[in-house]
């Protein structure tokens, strides 16, 4: 009896590591195939803990573009880079580290005050002299810590469906990467994060556009492919957690940004409360420029592109 009970675990065990396997395979596959789709097709920059991706067009007053949660720059190429060098600027859009094509070394290159450091390193190497920042979402709250913790570099900020305070409670859309532990965090990205954000990627996608309709040619034109790689799932995962740690005492400081500072927000963003990021911004700025869309969710940069671009425009020409 014991030797069947045995027999039937060993043969259990023994399909649960065929499975994980297959899973595996197949993810870096899928890998191998979303990159060769999106290759990196910027500049490189060095800088202490990793490596910058970024690409630029345009010639003028440079604008930094600074992606989200899970996103990359791609989010940016989709519709506003083009507008905004044909408007006479230079656009730069930024992978942030450990997202898109940029490297970090370690977790720690997370936290949003060491990306913002990475970023101003970069900054500062390429020359690029106090451009408006362009934060969205996540990019948002790194740009605050840009322009609180490198206030030489930054000439103003713009700031798009922008994390201001940490939720108390994170978006449904992010459920699949809230993994606190490192170690699980990563053998769920080796195996099943591909296979499960493929089965989920319309759900998803409906909560991070909605109310709108996301674009079907998101996942190439918009960089959504590059999200189907297990390195993509680690880093948003530990992205989505590092938040935690650094949110609040960025918060407590805002009243000493002395930059310009304008937000722009779909009121009926799905992954954000709208109303609670302006309050707390606006309380501590209370001169800072507030422009909203009724009807619209938290993607402006690829929903509302027109508009979002005239809100860059007249931020940028608030700049010293």
Known sequence: MLSTVLAVIG?????VVIALFVAWRFSHQIAKKASAALPPKGHFTAVSGGRLHWMERGEGPPVVMIHGLGGNLHNFTYAMMDRLAAAGYRAIAIDRPGCGWSERDSDEQARVPEQARMIAEMLAKEGIDKPLVVGHSLGGAVSLALALNHPELVGGLALVSALIRAPQTPSEAFSGINIANPGTRRFIAETLAVPMSIRNGDKTLSIVFGPDAAPEDFRVRGGGLLSLRPNAFYAAATDM?????????????????????GLFYGMDDRILSAREQIAVLTEALPDADVETVDGHGHMPPVI?????????????????
């Open 304 to 320: 509302e592109p027109e508009r979002l671009q005239a809100f860059v425009v007249r931020m940028a020409g608030k700049l010293a």
């Open 11 to 15: 043969s259990v065990l023994l399909l």
């Open 241 to 261: 957690h590092a938040v935690g740690r650094d949110m609040d005492g960025l918060t407590g400081r805002l009243g000493e940004i002395a930059v310009p500072v």
